[in-house]
């Protein structure tokens, strides 16, 4: 069980106007290192995630990053399945989904005054043992229209399946 602790707090001097608020969980791929110095395999292996974060839109003469565009713009808050990488694609069973953080979003706290700070939890049960990132994505109303954090964390055993549970009793 992973409890995510997720806040919005208004630090500025003028009143925030909230849109959205979005917890995007993810699976990583796990991928060798190898030595920069000669190429060879130390034994290392880092885990590739997709790449939701990219600035690849360019809105209004800025650039927006996909999320900002698919969830925030366009009002579709799903993953954003179709920028994933083939070689994530084709590994199958890994974790993309995203929560929708109502409390943090218009459809509870419509406005943050200065000096304000609301926050929301969500405790997810992880099934599969695995490296896992969850981006926090806020979209605002205004000049500053979107904001983003990521954490990464580990699962090291997987739980038992129902089948595993019912052969065990």
Known sequence: ???FSAWIQNVGDKTIK???SNLYIDQGVPTKLTNDRNSGDVGTICYKFPFILAHRENIDGRPD???CKKCFRENDETYPEEIVDAIIKEKPGLLRTHIVLDHLSHKSVQYINPKEKFSEDV???FCNA???RVTLFVGTEGEAD???ATKQFYIPKSLPT???KT???
């Open 130 to 132: 695995g490296v896992y």
């Open 162 to 164: 129902d089948n595993q």
């Open 123 to 125: 405790v997810v049960k």
């Open 1 to 3: 069980m992973v409890r």
């Open 18 to 20: 909230t849109k959205i």
């Open 146 to 148: 979107c904001e983003c």
């Open 65 to 67: 990053c996909v999320i």
């Open 167 to 169: 052969r065990e009793e």
